[in-house]
């Protein structure tokens, strides 16, 4: 499976971005997917989970209540629409899809395939 994330860009505090993760097959609607993020100096952190079907979902506690994940499995489509940006949102932004049961979608290590990656820079 080939992930395509775009999206990001340059926004100020306070502000919306939603970035989007392509996927290559039509098989995308059987992986449970998920965003991760990447800061400068930083390990690989979970951002944002959803199963295959979209009835389970899980947040960051860092993200929670400012982001919402979903996916249109007809458009082969996970979505991330992330409110009230903060400057330690600034990351490269990744998607990636799973085969596993959503319990584990906050597990880096649980993901299958990977997307190259977005950037997200919210200014102060």
């Known amino acids: 499976v080939q992930l395509q994330a775009s999206g990001g860009g340059l926004v100020q505090a306070g502000g919306s971005l939603r970035l989007s993760c392509a996927a290559s097959e039509r098989t995308f609607s059987s992986y449970g997917m998920g965003w991760f993020r990447q800061a400068p100096g930083k390990e690989r952190e979970f951002v944002a989970g959803i199963s295959w079907s979209g009835g389970r979902t899980i947040y960051a506690d860092s993200v929670k209540g400012r982001f919402t994940i979903s996916r249109d499995n007809a458009k082969n489509t996970v979505y991330s629409q992330m409110n009230s940006l903060k400057p330690e949102d600034t990351a490269v932004y990744y998607c990636?899809?799973?085969?596993?049961?959503?319990?584990?979608?906050?597990?880096?290590?649980?993901?299958?395939?990977w997307g190259q990656g977005t950037q997200v820079t919210v200014s102060s």
């Open positions: 990636a899809a799973t085969d596993k049961v959503w319990t584990l979608l906050l597990r880096a290590d649980s993901y299958l395939y």
